[in-house]
């Protein structure tokens, strides 16, 4: 199956630094979706990205499906933004979401 | 519903016992799936449901896991006779069609299997 690869695994911040979170994955996608699990582990859904760009406030994707590659870019990082960022692929005939490991974000204030 | 509900939020249980975990996706959603997360990991896809079609039970770990689907909304996932490896976080999410569509996950229901 599709293998997705996340780095890096652990990021700690200082409040208002930006980061890149990057995700890599082994085969084309249909589905390409960024989640943010909160410490309550929540999953939320911050983009829904197979290719192409998108900004929401102050997250930033971009997916270059030639390429197996996708990055979130957080900027002007704040405490709340704290957990876990995870990269989730379907191929499309798998019907199901695979997961990354997941990149463990730390904002200190 | 405005989001995915999952109950119960917490269950506690010991070993060999049957427990029964809920989901209600939402209103209109005609796909779901079942999710698995053991601690400190990844998710682990179990089970697809869409519409009225035999659901992909492809990533049930064994045939002590089951699911049903009732009227294409709530969905039941069973467990039994639970074993201490069992436990974990098991989520739901839903989405409009299943076809590459944004899934929307629900809480989840955190099992601890004593």
């Known amino acids: 199956g599709i293998q997705v690869e996340q780095s890096p695994p652990d990021l700690i911040l200082q409040e208002g630094a930006n980061s890149t979170l990057r995700c890599n994955f082994s085969d084309s996608v249909n589905n390409l979706q960024w989640f943010h699990q909160n410490p309550w582990g929540q999953l939320i859904n911050l983009f829904y990205?197979?290719?192409g760009t998108k900004q929401n406030g102050r997250l930033s994707a971009t997916t270059v499906a030639t390429e197996r590659y996708s990055l979130l870019y957080i900027s002007s990082s704040q405490t709340t933004d704290s957990g876990v960022y995870f990269c989730a692929v379907d191929t499309g005939s798998a019907r199901q979401l695979t997961f990354g490991s997941g990149t463990q974000l730390t904002v200190l204030p | 519903g405005a989001g995915v509900s999952q109950s119960p939020s917490n269950k506690v249980t010991e070993k060999g016992k049957d427990v029964e975990l809920r989901c209600d996706p939402i209103?209109?959603?005609?796909?779901l799936y079942w999710y698995r997360q053991s601690l400190g990991q990844g998710l682990e896809f179990l089970i697809y449901?869409?519409?009225?079609?035999?659901?992909?039970k492809s990533g049930l770990p064994s045939d002590r896991f089951s699911a049903e689907r009732t009227g294409g909304s709530v969905s039941t996932l069973t467990i039994q006779r639970t074993q201490q490896e069992d436990s974990a976080v098991y989520l739901c999410?839903?989405?409009?069609?299943?076809?590459?569509?944004?899934?929307?996950f629900g809480p989840g229901t955190r099992l601890l299997v004593l």
């Open positions: 449901f869409q519409g009225n079609s035999a659901p992909d």
């Open positions: 209103s209109g959603h005609t796909a």
């Open positions: 990205i197979p290719s």
């Open positions: 999410a839903s989405s409009t069609t299943g076809l590459s569509e944004t899934q929307y």
